[in-house]
T-cell receptor, first 110, second 114 residues
Framework: GQNIDQPTEMTATEGAIVQINCTYQTSGFNGLFWYQQHAGEAPTFLSY????GLEEKGRFSSFLSRSKGYSYLLLKELQMKDSASYLCAVVLTNTDKLIFGTGTRLQVFP | SAVISQKPSRDICQRGTSLTIQCQVD?????MFWYRQQPGQSLTLIAT?????????ESGFVIDKFPISRPNLTFSTLTVSNMSPEDSSIYLCSVVGTGIHEQYFGPGTRLTVT
């Protein structure tokens, strides 16, 4: 079976840094996505990692370790608008199918 | 990136009825998927909509309950049949873009079954 775990909820303060972890055990692996989803809206693409290491994109960075089955999303200089759910999703080998993690609901406080 | 629209955006339906959800993309795409997101939950893949052939369903989802059509490379429908309150969810279609593993989501259809 497929297993992708994230913390259910996290809180942080405006201006701070937060790291959202994702661990996975899947039958195959062809990359990992991070999506942001505001309440009542569709998920929007944040990042895609297929090789080990850190990918930086503005205030958001994503890290992948394939040997450890581990990824994290790092959000810097948090803003109130970053309050949302963050979903990691694994792409299975030889498909474009996404298997989603449980999602992490982040609340940013002033 | 692809622009995806879904109809209806939301609906309230009675138990035992069926609802067909449409997904329209502004460009031809090879891969289209249907997902379900139950209240407070993450997304679960229902099926891959295959153009010109039967959809490929994930474990726990069957064609009789969720028939899918994909008549061309820009359009797909998902029907939720013989609905029960447990089918109350957001249903989203997604497509794979031209870039490596780019995947975009439609705005979703919020279904409430009473």
């Amino acid at each position: 079976g497929q297993n992708i775990d994230q913390p259910t909820e996290m809180t942080a303060t405006e201006g701070a840094i937060v790291q959202i972890n994702c661990t996975y055990q899947t039958s195959g692996f062809n990359g990992l996505f991070w999506y942001q989803q505001h309440a009542g809206e569709a998920p929007t693409f944040l990042s895609y990692n297929v090789l080990d290491g850190l990918e930086e994109k503005g205030r958001f960075s994503s890290f992948l370790s394939r040997s450890k089955g581990y990824s994290y999303l790092l959000l810097k200089e948090l803003q109130m608008k970053d309050s949302a759910s963050y979903l990691c999703a694994v792409v299975l080998t030889n498909t474009d199918k996404l298997i989603f993690g449980t999602g992490t609901r982040l609340q940013v406080f002033p | 990136s692809a622009v995806i629209s879904q109809k209806p955006s939301r609906d309230i339906c009675q138990r035992g009825t069926s609802l067909t959800i449409q997904c329209q993309v502004d460009s031809q795409v090879t891969m289209m998927f249907w997902y379900r997101q139950q209240p407070g939950q993450s997304l679960t893949l229902i099926a891959t909509a295959n153009q010109g052939s039967e959809a490929t369903y994930e474990s726990g989802f069957v064609i009789d309950k969720f028939p899918i059509s994909r008549p061309n490379l820009t359009f797909s429908t998902l029907t939720v049949s013989n609905m029960s309150p447990e089918d109350s969810s957001i249903y989203l279609c997604s497509v794979v873009g031209t870039g490596i593993h780019e995947q975009y989501f439609g705005p979703g259809t919020r279904l409430t079954v009473t």
